[in-house]
């Protein structure tokens, strides 16, 4: 007999904030926002479970602000996690647009805009069949929303963070500029450790492996790609124990 391979129950979603701009670099685009949508609402209806960490580069980093030196990073942190709600308002309406019911919780507590998270309530709305879209990232500067990701993952008892890149995986080098790098299907955290491997950053990645997380690495470039992929319809890199 064929094995079967099971598909996933419960899953974390991790899209840059990137992934909600115009082509033209305007930090929302709503035709892209349907579409991401319309993708979630697809794979919700063939039962799975989602909660989405939404990043907010297309606005800005706290990193990068500081950097130039009139900002402290706490400060630009603090700026660069209000980012991420702004985008996960913006995907929460595009998802009850799309018929999905979505509920953003934020780390950051602001209780006239959005629920402030918590753990118990957010398992109960997945439990309902609700989506999770989960902002301000850790609630905490000097991490990243893959950090938030991760953890919110582990939390949730979720199976896997599918971690959104412009590339369909991990590669042996950048494809981009190497014709002979190669995508692999799967590796273990530490295969990509020792291989210096860019899965995600590094205090994420870190967490990811001590709560032996499977990470999925995948395009949502295309329409549908978050369910072809969580489907295994679609090329992705699985890095599990
Ligand atoms: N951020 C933070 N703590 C967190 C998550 C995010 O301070 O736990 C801030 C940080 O400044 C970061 C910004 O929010 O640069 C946007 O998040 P991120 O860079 O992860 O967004 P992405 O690159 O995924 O779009």
């Known amino acids: 007999m064929g094995s079967v391979v099971r598909p996933y129950r419960r899953v974390l979603v991790k899209l840059s904030g990137e992934a909600l701009a115009a082509p033209d670099g305007y930090w929302l685009h709503p035709q892209t926002l349907a579409e991401l949508a319309a993708d979630v609402a697809a794979t919700v209806e063939t039962g799975i479970e989602l909660a989405i960490v939404i990043g907010g580069g297309n606005i800005m980093r706290g990193a990068r602000m500081s950097q130039a030196g009139w900002i402290d990073r706490p400060t630009a942190d603090s700026m660069g996690m209000m980012a991420t709600v702004m985008n996960s308002l913006a995907l929460e309406t595009a998802l009850n647009a799309a018929g999905v019911s ?3 919780m934020s780390a950051v507590s602001m209780p006239t805009i959005c629920e402030t998270y918590a753990r118990q309530p957010a398992l109960h709305y997945l439990d309902r069949g609700q989506v999770v879209v989960l902002a301000g990232g850790t609630g905490n500067p000097f991490f990243t929303t893959d950090t938030a990701a991760v953890l919110r993952a582990a939390e949730l ?3 896997a963070v599918l971690k959104a890149t412009q590339v369909d995986g991990v590669y042996s080098s950048d494809p981009k500029t190497d014709p002979d790098a190669k995508r692999y299907d799967r590796l273990t955290h530490d295969e990509a450790i020792q291989r210096d491997l860019k899965v995600m950053d590094t205090a994420a990645f870190a967490l990811a492996r001590e709560s032996r997380l499977t ?3 995948g395009s949502v470039h295309s329409p549908s790609s978050v369910r072809a992929i969580l ?5 992705s890199t699985v890095v599990a124990p």
Request: net charge positive.
């Open 157 to 159: 008892r979720c199976e």
């Open 215 to 217: 990470v999925i690495v």
């Open 231 to 235: 489907n295994r319809e679609a090329a």
């Open 102 to 104: 979505a509920r953003t």
